[in-house]
């Protein structure tokens, strides 16, 4: 949303300035017919109008082709999902996942936040690539989809569950995770709600923090053997104080997505698996 209110407003000053200097290249030409001769430094200053008219208008139309794919994307993205719910979801607790595995087969569960727009479901991919620019039903958007990682068991019996999304600038998909770093809001979100084909499960929310993708991969905490690792720095970098811990015998579940305040930052939440 910031992102489009910048070029926004960048395409109000281009139209400004396209103003200004047609305004400008009027009055010129006026002043010329008066003096019925014409001037090297006025030509120069002529040619160097119509250079700044062009680049100008150029970057107009680039802006406001940029505005209309973004929204055109953002758009498409929750039309999509907002008709899956609907054929999906029988009532609040309850999914429909024949009908889910009818429109893609790779779906293992359902992903539920209150108050929030995740309320999602749940892919596992071939690889980590794909779903970052598919929907749900296959549709190439840059809104993508959530996902588990490719290496996790798909019934979720890994030790560490983590599953992927965007941080959409219009607040849909992981975005709402931004919530976290402030501890206010983990207060009213404790938790949140996962469905799947076989059980259903709470996840009570413990840590959460942002880290350096390259940090992330080079202390290996997608692998199980590195949970204690990983549960450690959370423990140590979470941005609220829920006053839970993680005991040996639970099982985790990790949600990542970008966090913008470095190049390459994640927040990452973590939470238990209670089955319900």
Not at 98 to 107: E, G, M, Q, Y
Not at 124 to 147: A, E, I, K, P, R
Not at 190 to 210: A, C, D, R, S, W
Not at 244 to 256: A, H, V
């Amino acid at each position: 949303m910031v992102f489009l209110l910048f070029l926004l407003f960048k395409v109000i000053l281009i139209i400004i300035l396209l103003s200004y200097i047609m305004k400008t290249m009027k009055e010129k030409k006026v002043k010329v017919i008066k003096k019925h001769k014409k001037d090297k430094s006025s030509l120069k200053k002529n040619i160097l109008l119509y250079i700044l008219l062009g680049v100008f208008s150029v970057t107009l139309l680039f802006s406001v082709y940029k505005i209309y794919t973004i929204t055109s994307a953002y758009n498409q993205g929750t039309n999509t999902y907002q008709s899956i719910k609907n054929e999906a979801k029988k009532s609040e607790r309850e999914i429909d996942f024949d009908k889910l595995k009818s429109i893609n087969p790779d779906v293992i569960g359902w992903l539920y936040s209150k108050d929030t727009m995740i309320d999602y479901p749940v892919v596992q991919g071939s690889d980590n690539d794909y779903y970052l620019s598919h929907l749900f039903d296959n549709t190439q958007n840059s809104s993508g989809s959530v996902f588990m990682d490719y290496t996790k068991n798909k019934n979720f019996k890994s030790k560490n569950t983590i599953l992927y999304a965007h941080n959409m600038k219009n607040g849909s998909m992981f975005a709402s995770l931004m919530g976290y770093k402030d501890p206010e809001y983990y207060n009213s979100h404790k938790t949140l709600e996962l469905y799947t084909p076989n059980q259903n499960y709470e996840i009570e929310v413990v840590y959460g923090f942002v880290i350096d993708a390259y940090k992330w991969d080079d202390n290996k905490f997608v692998l199980d053997e590195n949970v204690e690792d990983l549960l450690l720095h959370a423990k140590s970098n979470t941005t609220f104080n829920s006053g839970k811990t993680i005991r040996d015998s639970d099982k985790i579940i990790t949600l990542s997505t970008c966090s913008y305040e470095m190049e390459e930052g994640r927040y990452v939440l973590i939470g238990k698996l209670i089955k319900k």
